[in-house]
């Protein structure tokens, strides 16, 4: 009996406990706690006039301020913006590379970043007009990082020199002394050259248009056209009956001219033309037939 109390009495003994099983986890770092190495993106050497460059670029996972310091071809130093942002203008010494350092203390320091500072040849365009007394026109522009203030030198069948302007544009006027192959040249801040060539040519004049046209009692008007590279200033040369024989006039800008005379006898009127090279032109005639009183 008693045996059987007690195994009544061991049967109701509360059920142990349940163990509660904390797990712990641990708490990953952040970025926001923990500072990522600093970097510098879009790194870049832009020319701007002469030997002066801009440098600029970004810093990227790196805390605020600091200070980026160049080498290579350009030597410097600046700070970044409130976006981490850097520029700086600063002459360089020659073309090649330029390299980049971020630091912010003793213990954070970017890798290096490299650019490189290069420049193309110029490039010269050219035209040209004819002018009086063999002078020629020339004009044109130099393509290049910095065309500004460059100066253009000529040489060949005309020499002189010209300086362009802002956006490389130029004109001269120059003194050919003979036909043929006029050089430009022009080097850029770098020591690099450019050059083109144009041809000084020369066409003969012609008489275009001319005619003899009676006025009144004996006076004749004779007029036409000289066509040429620059007729302005050219002699024409009359010869014929008495009173036009042997008569000169000069030719306007235009190309036009004109002379009025008394004349008292009916014969062909001849006119010719020599331009400022020497070459003449083909005889252009007309009559004279007076009418009788």
Same mark, same amino acid.
């Given at each position: 009996m008693l045996t059987l109390i007690s195994r009544l009495f061991s049967d109701r003994r509360p059920a142990p406990r349940r163990q509660r099983r904390v797990?712990?986890?641990?708490?990953?770092?952040?970025?926001?706690?923990?500072?990522?190495? %600093?970097? +510098? *993106? !879009?790194? #870049?050497v832009t020319p701007l006039d002469g030997h002066l460059v801009l440098?600029?670029?970004q810093v990227t996972g790196n805390p605020p301020?600091?200070?980026?310091?160049?080498?290579?071809?350009?030597?410097?130093?600046?700070?970044?913006?409130?976006?981490?942002?850097?520029?700086?203008?600063?002459?360089?010494?020659?073309?090649?590379?330029?390299?980049?350092?971020?630091?912010?203390? %003793?213990? +954070? *320091? !970017?890798? #290096?970043?490299?650019?490189?500072?290069t420049s193309d040849p110029p490039v010269i365009t050219l035209s040209l007009t004819h002018?009086?007394?063999?002078?020629?026109?020339?004009?044109?522009?130099?393509?290049?990082?910095a065309p500004g203030n460059r100066t253009v030198y000529f040489s060949g069948a005309a020499t002189g020199s010209a300086v362009t302007n802002a956006y490389g544009f130029f004109t001269a006027t120059l003194q050919a002394t003979a036909l043929g192959s006029l050089q430009a040249s022009v080097t850029d801040p770098w020591g690099l050259p450019g050059t083109a060539t144009i041809s000084i040519t020369n066409d003969p004049p012609v008489i275009v248009n001319f005619e003899a046209s009676e006025q009144w009692g004996n006076l004749w008007n004779f007029s036409g056209q000289v066509l040429d590279e620059s007729p302005g200033g050219l002699i024409v040369q009359f010869s014929g009956p008495n009173g036009i024989d042997g008569r000169t006039v000069t030719v306007a800008a235009n190309g036009w001219f004109n002379l009025t005379v008394p004349v008292t006898q009916n014969g062909f009127t001849t006119v010719r033309v020599t331009d400022w090279w020497g070459a003449q032109s083909l005889m252009a005639w007309s009559i004279v037939s007076i009418t009788p009183l």
């Open positions: 797990q712990l986890s641990l708490e990953s770092l952040e970025s926001r706690d923990c500072l990522t190495a %600093p970097q +510098i *993106t !879009s790194f #870049a440098l600029s670029g301020g600091g200070t980026v310091t160049f080498g290579g071809v350009v030597a410097g130093t600046t700070a970044l913006d409130a976006s981490n942002n850097f520029s700086l203008a600063a002459y360089a010494t020659n073309l090649g590379a330029v390299t980049a350092v971020y630091t912010n203390g %003793p213990n +954070i *320091t !970017s890798d #290096a970043a490299q650019a490189t500072l002018g009086p007394n063999r002078t020629v026109n020339v004009s044109g522009r130099v393509t290049d990082e």
